[in-house]
């Protein structure tokens, strides 16, 4: 039996779809935290491209790289959500440009985090290096790392596709779900492993990194608490991402558990897995920087008056020398 890994509306052959009245409110849910979401991300972009102080950061470079990717993949993953209970079924072709490219968004965003553990070890393990190891322009070169790594994990799966389908499957309409399209054995087997491979070096990477930014602020300074409380919402945030590679497994375990409440495992799991960690991103990691806040809070609250952050050149205080950890702010 097999199931989505992307959107949550689809069921299973044989199995019943949601009512009109569940149809609707699920989406309407659905749409309304998309909307929330990419407001809110929508809104750390604009304070990005507004002040330079931020464009020329490799540390903020990353974070509203990880902001776009999540509102791509929101915003496809909900066009997803809709079609598959307003249409149900669509052409291939605009079936595989929709999976290609919301798999390929899904899949970067535990890579970001990846990179910014990354960047944010040097930033206090190796802080003299620092300017010389995390430059703007190898940001970029990370960047693109990034979508080639996760374009990698999909693309196969289509020459796959097209080696062992029928010509007449490319002009049919299917369930617009990667199991469903990409349902060669092949693929399946190849899923599993790349989503193995890559939950274990996230994770290798994670807590190498985390574990010895841990240490170093234990031992440079006297705010532990507040270093501590921020590598434990990283490590919740990465958590609710890397939920992306179990979800078929752990789908699978619950309908094993409680077979009758299939359309309510999908729709929950849909919402754990594609929206909840979209929530965390800009809470985690814009909202709770101080220096980011500073100027998101007149966009994000449509605040005219700018009496009290005057935008001249985005100049920042003078602020007291900090010790080590504070190269790294408590946001990242």
Not at 165 to 188: G, I, K, M, T
């Amino acid at each position: 039996m097999n199931f989505s890994s992307i959107n949550g509306a689809l069921t299973a052959p044989g199995s019943k779809r949601s009512t009109f009245t569940a149809a609707v409110v699920k989406n309407l849910i659905v749409t309304a935290l998309c909307f929330c979401i990419n407001y809110i991300n929508g809104t750390l972009v604009h304070t990005f491209r507004k002040h330079q102080i931020f464009s020329s950061s490799p540390r903020y470079i990353l974070f509203i790289h990880l902001v776009i990717n999540d509102m791509m993949q929101l915003a496809l993953s909900t066009l997803l959500h809709v079609i598959s209970y307003a249409l149900h079924r669509i052409n291939v072709p605009f079936c595989l440009i929709l999976l290609i490219f919301t798999v390929t968004t899904t899949l970067n965003t535990p890579l970001n985090l990846a990179g910014m553990a990354v960047e944010c070890y040097i930033a206090v393990c190796v802080s003299l290096r620092h300017r010389q190891i995390c430059t703007v322009k190898k940001t970029y070169v990370l960047i693109g790392l990034i979508w080639v790594v996760g374009a990698l994990s999909i693309l196969p799966d289509l020459f796959i596709l097209l080696a062992t389908e029928p010509l007449q499957f490319f002009h049919s309409r299917v369930l617009c779900a990667r199991d469903y399209v990409f349902r060669s054995a092949y693929s399946l087997k190849k899923r599993d492993a790349s989503h193995i491979v890559c939950l274990a070096l996230v994770w290798l990477t994670l807590f190498y990194t985390y574990f010895r930014i841990l240490f170093a602020a234990k031992g440079a300074t006297a705010d532990f608490k507040k270093a501590r409380n921020t590598i434990l919402l990283h490590g919740f945030q990465l958590l609710l991402c890397m939920l992306t590679y179990v979800r078929p497994m752990f789908e699978q375990g619950l309908l094993y558990v409680m077979p009758k409440q299939h359309l309510a495992i999908r729709f929950a799991t849909y919402v754990i897995v594609q929206i909840l960690p979209r929530l965390v991103s800009p809470i985690v990691y814009g909202l709770r920087d101080p220096t980011f806040r500073r100027y998101v809070r007149r966009y994000l609250l449509c605040k005219v008056g700018t009496s009290s952050h005057p935008e001249n050149g985005d100049i920042m205080p003078t602020a007291k020398p900090q010790p080590q950890f504070s190269q790294c702010p408590a946001t990242f």
